[in-house]
């Protein structure tokens, strides 16, 4: 992670390179951001820039006070509906995961049409350790716009909390959302050039996740809902073998030369530990989440089987009916 100054600006790249087609010449994926973006915020998307303590949500000051208040509103939330019937909010939580899984869709596209040129023009450790491969200009503005989605995801506890729906994850779902939140805010303040690949795997899981939530909520028995476990935990392995790879290569390069390394990483050396700490404590909760809903003995096999047969209980979620087991479950969103 080497130590970009405070002056360090993110690289101006083109947003075509050579050796793939240009996009100028026709509608690309970026041409759609700006279309919806000058129109809120008065400049195009192409001219952002991230500046902390002037940028909304720019400070760790108001990252901690987003998160305190989230956690605040799980305490006080669950007391005020203590002693009240639960929401339908049918619709609204419909629209919400509906959203934030094509949301998901579209920023990831954004990603790929971004990191494409680099990865086939340059190769992966120049799009992972550079500055000019991972944190380019168009690509702090895509990360700053998945960092505001951490906030909008907020709105998953409290629907759950509205609609009383009992959690078996309860710290993880509580945990992670908060984690999540300023886990990104860490790495873009950090400039960590390697940001984009625990991203887009991220937004991957989520255009799944989300879709399985909406699905869920119509009322739809889903099979792979197993399966969107087993992805989040892929993508934690595979975002810690990278995350593992800069922050070993950058520090050897810095303190210990003398160690086998293959350079220096852009980025700063706080940003690179929150990132090993917080995703590695993600694996964690994740494997003992996944073993503890799903590798269970014969006496829970038998009662899927019930479930399967329709004897299972029974709960209203949205229009549809779930099983207990299957309407009541939320895993964690990162």
């Known amino acids: 992670m080497a130590n970009l100054s405070s002056a360090s ?25 700006e279309a919806m973006w000058e129109p809120v915020v008065g400049y195009p998307a192409a001219e952002f820039e991230f500046k902390p303590r002037m940028t909304p949500l720019s400070t760790l000051n108001e990252s901690a006070m987003f998160i305190t208040l989230y956690y605040a509103m799980i305490i006080s939330g669950k007391e005020w509906m203590r002693h009240r019937k639960p929401f339908k909010l049918h619709g609204p939580f419909l629209v919400h995961n509906f959203f934030l899984s094509a949301l998901s869709a579209f920023l990831l596209a954004l990603y790929v049409e971004q990191l494409l040129p680099t990865l086939y023009n340059k190769g992966t450790y120049y799009a992972i350790c550079e500055a000019g491969g991972g944190w380019t200009k168009p690509l702090v503005t895509l990360y700053y716009l998945n960092y505001l989605t951490k906030y909008v995801e907020l709105l998953d506890t409290a629907f759950l909390i509205l609609k ?61 809902k197993e399966w969107v476990t087993r992805l989040q935990i892929a993508q934690f392995v595979i975002d810690l073998g990278f995350v593992y790879f800069t922050s070993y290569t950058y520090f050897a390069n810095r303190y210990w030369p003398w160690l086998p390394n293959v350079g220096s990483c852009a980025g700063e050396e706080f940003a690179a530990l929150s990132g090993i ?58």
Not at 9 to 33: C, D, N, R, T
Not at 196 to 205: D, E, F, K
Request: charged fraction near 10%.
């Open 9 to 33: 600006k993110p690289v101006q790249m083109s947003l075509a390179a050579p050796g793939l087609p240009a996009q100028s010449s026709g509608l690309s994926v970026w041409s759609l951001l």
């Open 164 to 224: 009383k729906k009992p959690l078996r994850s309860a710290f993880l779902h509580c945990y992670h959302h908060g984690a999540t939140a300023l886990l990104c805010y860490s790495q873009l303040v950090g400039s960590t050039a390697v940001s984009w690949v625990p991203i887009t795997l991220n937004l991957t899981v989520h255009v799944v996740m989300y879709a399985y939530y909406f699905l869920a909520a119509r009322g739809i028995r889903v099979w792979w």
């Open 277 to 334: 700490a917080i995703l590695s404590s993600y694996l964690v909760l994740f494997i003992s989440f996944y073993a503890a809903t799903y590798k269970k003995g014969p006496g829970a096999r038998k009662k899927a089987a019930t479930a399967a047969a329709g004897r299972t209980p029974m709960v209203e979620n949205g229009n549809g009916k779930l099983p207990l087991d299957t309407a009541t479950t939320t895993g964690a969103s990162y």
